[in-house]
């Protein structure tokens, strides 16, 4: 097997093929360049992952993060094209990635951009938004002089200066706590807390459990709380086994260098493979 070379995130190459995460794809590995894991190109075509965008001009392409990309153009995310947005002033202005919060992946493709006529959140105009003064503050909450935002949605009635994170999806100011945009209106925001892992859908206020940003009780939790313990001990026997070593390798494949290049056919992962990409190679 020819050697490979690891160019970031799940592309690797060798001397006449590039590879992602177990497939081919249709990249010079003379000329491609890997960009925030995701994004690649080699001037002549663009991929996100295994996808080829046939509508990003590569001479022109510029990544921005592992979420949004522009070209000389137009806007873009990894399966589709923004609409209207201002090539010349788009940028991205966090990382492109967030934490989902309890049961959900951490780190997947979520984030706020701007140009000079609206600010974007997963391409979607987030349509009060104050340009000029917007900031994401992660994990798809943003603000701006007069509001504070979860995703492209106002918090409704925030003290803006008073406003702070409460956990991953709670947060509050000093009146009222928010399950994402939305209000927890029977909690008390001076006692409330987020109760067990940080990332919990769970909180307290000394009196009430909520789960969700709605009112619930404490058998609920408990038993969530129940399921978070078994399955942090499940982890914390897998380690002392010494299993987690090879888990945590075997769930990580595509960041070892591919075996078997030969026989690989193009990438198929994606819904928008053709025909061609799904034969083997020739």
């Known amino acids: 097997m ?14 006449d093929d590039v590879i992602f995460e177990g497939g081919l794809v249709r990249l010079d590995p003379k000329n491609v360049r890997v960009f925030f894991g995701m994004w690649a190109t080699d001037g002549r075509k663009v991929y996100w992952g295994g996808l080829e965008r046939k509508s990003i001009d590569a001479t022109s392409f510029v990544p921005l993060n592992c979420l949004y990309a522009k070209d000389a153009k137009g806007c ?60 994401s503050l992660g994990d798809s909450f943003g603000r701006d002089r007069n509001r504070v935002y979860h995703e492209r949605f106002v918090l409704p009635g925030v003290l803006v200066d008073r406003w702070r994170r409460a956990g991953i999806l709670y947060s509050q100011d000093d009146r009222t706590v928010y399950f994402q945009n939305r209000k927890v209106n029977s909690a008390d925001p001076l006692l409330f807390q987020v109760v067990g892992p940080i990332e919990s859908h769970f909180g307290f206020d000394g009196s009430r459990y909520f789960c969700a940003g709605k009112e619930t009780d404490r058998k609920e939790y408990a038993s969530s709380l129940r399921d978070h313990a078994r399955h942090q001990m499940a982890f914390a026997d897998l380690v002392a086994s010494g299993r987690y070593e090879q888990n945590f390798s075997d769930m990580n494949w595509c960041f070892r260098e591919p075996k078997n290049v030969e026989t690989m056919t193009y990438h198929s992962s994606s819904p928008f493979a053709t025909p061609q990409q799904r034969k083997a190679k020739v």
């Open 76 to 135: 873009f995310l990894p399966h589709k094209a923004i609409d209207d947005a201002d090539a010349t002033s788009f940028v991205s202005l966090d990382s492109g990635q967030v934490d989902g919060g309890y049961g959900n992946c951490r780190n997947h493709n979520a984030g706020f951009a701007k140009d000079k006529l609206r600010v974007y959140h997963d391409g979607n105009p987030v349509r009060s938004a104050d340009i000029d003064t917007f900031v």
């Open 2 to 15: 020819s050697e490979c070379q690891h160019l970031g995130g799940g592309f690797w190459k060798t001397k």
